[in-house]
């Protein structure tokens, strides 16, 4: 509990530096939707940031996800899939910037249709 209430201040925090995205009341539901169903646990905006026990994030950040898949068109869909279904730890291409080897599977944390719009809003960082 204590590192969902850190990445939730950590988020809170970035938005109120002036580091805000795009639409205020979109990234005040997508954090709380994000923070809700444990996404921010692993996982942060921006590159950089320092995962438990200052170590490298678990998760890749955001940022860098949506950059790495700007110019992918099936990137929504494959992302929500590997929300939903968790990823392959041996087709890992995260390595130096997250420690965590594959993202488990979280159907059982977030519904489809939020892990669609989470997806697109991270796409869209």
Do not use: F
Request: charge should be positive.
């Amino acid at each position: 509990m204590k590192t969902r209430t850190q990445a939730l201040a950590a988020a809170i925090a970035l938005l109120a530096s002036g580091a805000a995205l795009a639409d205020k009341a979109k990234d005040d539901a997508m954090l709380a939707l994000a923070t809700k169903s444990g996404c921010m646990t692993c996982h942060h905006i921006e590159p950089g940031a320092k995962g438990p026990d200052g170590l490298a994030p678990i998760g890749p950040a955001w940022k860098d996800v949506g950059a790495k898949y700007k110019s992918d068109k099936q990137a929504a869909d494959t992302l929500t899939q590997i929300v939903l279904k968790g990823s392959n730890p041996y087709d890992s291409h995260w390595k130096g910037k997250a420690s965590g080897l594959a993202m488990p599977p979280n159907a059982v944390a977030i519904k489809e249709a939020d892990a669609r719009d989470l997806v697109k809003w991270i796409l869209a960082l």
